[in-house]
């Protein structure tokens, strides 16, 4: 059994979101413009006593400055356990909403600033909370698991929120326990999960637009011209492209196999942003995008995450120098969205 879909209205809602997030990465900057502002930008982060902390999506200059300037790129598990943790006074997030409001969730002391407020998610964007909340009240007798990548407003209705990390360990717990779930957004996921547990999954109909873009086809035509690579797949794409993985992970899982697999060639079916930390930290190997299109095929995203990639060093600076893209959670929503992260969080520690 699954969800009614989204109207084909929202559907179209959210494709033109996407295409309306154009990336505005490095447009018109030269080398020294560049190193410049990154040096604005870190002195700005430790006169504000502020910490970075950046998805592996987002461009490489402001992974590189997180771990410069002593925040970190992560995952969205680790982002959240990372701004958790961390003695600052003030947490930028460079990825996209959730991650922000998870953050904040997580830390309602402190100042939670996000680099670009407009960054959203096709899931979260796809799973409103009110027609989420009705469906729940349906299944009243079902346990409620929800993505990282959906609003506050979603995770205060839900009993456990997961990220692609521990999805397949933490419903496989659930399931053993004779526990029957609501899944929600992605249904690529939430797929994915059902094969790999076999749990009593009602799926929600959402997904990401650029992972489902992916094509099994086209990849299996790829890996054929490739023999000898490994092909590493993010588990929100299509069951015809994780059925062609060596590996399916979240990305800091795909980062680690990219380093620990016996291969020098590898084709990856995540955000194209994930390659740069592939190469910093496997630099004698190869890594290609998977392919998101057939021949004469048109895509949205190109594996390219449009609400990512608004995120961008003069956004960062202009964000520490006005403060104007605080975090503002109600705050009974956040002490209810906050049970089930702080569960996620813990059973993450445990599982580690
Ligand atoms: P990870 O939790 O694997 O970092 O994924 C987040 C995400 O948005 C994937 O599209
Ligand atoms: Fe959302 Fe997909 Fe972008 Fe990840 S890549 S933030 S799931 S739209």
């Not at 053993?176 to 779930?181: P, V």
């Not at 899944?183 to 992972?211: E, F, M, N």
Request: aromatic share 6%.
């Amino acid at each position: 059994m699954r969800m009614p879909s989204l109207s084909h209205s929202d559907q179209i809602s959210i494709a033109d979101k996407a295409r309306q997030a154009r990336s505005v990465v490095g447009e018109n900057l030269t080398p020294a413009e560049r190193r410049s502002l990154r040096q604005q930008a870190g002195d700005l982060l430790s006169r504000e006593d502020a910490v970075l902390v950046a998805h592996y999506y987002v461009d490489s200059e402001l992974q590189e400055l997180a771990e410069e300037t002593g925040g970190c790129v992560a995952d969205s598990l680790e982002m959240a356990r990372f701004g958790l943790s961390h003695p600052a006074s003030t947490v930028i997030v460079a990825g996209v909403r959730f991650m922000g409001e998870t953050a904040k969730i997580l830390s309602p002391e402190k100042q939670v600033l996000v680099v670009e407020p407009q960054a959203e998610c096709s899931l979260d964007l796809g799973c409103p909370p009110a027609a989420f909340g009705a469906f729940c009240d349906q299944h009243p007798e079902r346990t409620v698991v929800v993505y990282a990548n959906t609003s506050a407003e979603v995770k205060a209705r839900a009993d456990w929120v997961v990220t692609s990390s521990i999805a397949v360990d933490l419903v496989a717990d659930l399931a053993a326990k004779d526990k029957k779930m609501i899944w929600a957004p992605d249904r690529y996921l939430g797929d994915y999960v059902k094969r790999q547990t076999g749990a009593d999954l009602l799926l929600w109909d959402g997904s990401c637009i650029v992972h489902e873009e992916f094509k099994g086809e086209v990849l299996s035509n790829l890996k054929q011209q490739h023999p000898q690579a490994k092909v590493l797949v993010h588990p929100e794409s299509p069951a015809s492209v994780i059925e062609l993985a060596d590996v399916v992970g979240s990305t800091s899982q795909l980062i680690l196999a990219a380093q620990q697999l016996d291969s020098s060639y590898f084709i990856v079916a995540t955000e194209e942003g994930i390659l740069h930390k592939m190469r910093q930290s496997a630099p004698k190997k190869t890594f290609v995008a998977a392919p998101t299109a057939g021949e004469g095929a048109t895509c949205i995203s190109c594996a390219h995450c449009p609400w990512m990639k608004m995120n961008d060093l003069q956004r960062l600076i202009a964000v520490l120098q006005s403060k104007d893209t605080e975090v503002v959670i109600d705050e009974e929503i956040r002490i209810r969205a906050a049970m089930p992260i702080q569960r996620m969080v813990e059973y993450g520690r445990q599982s580690a």
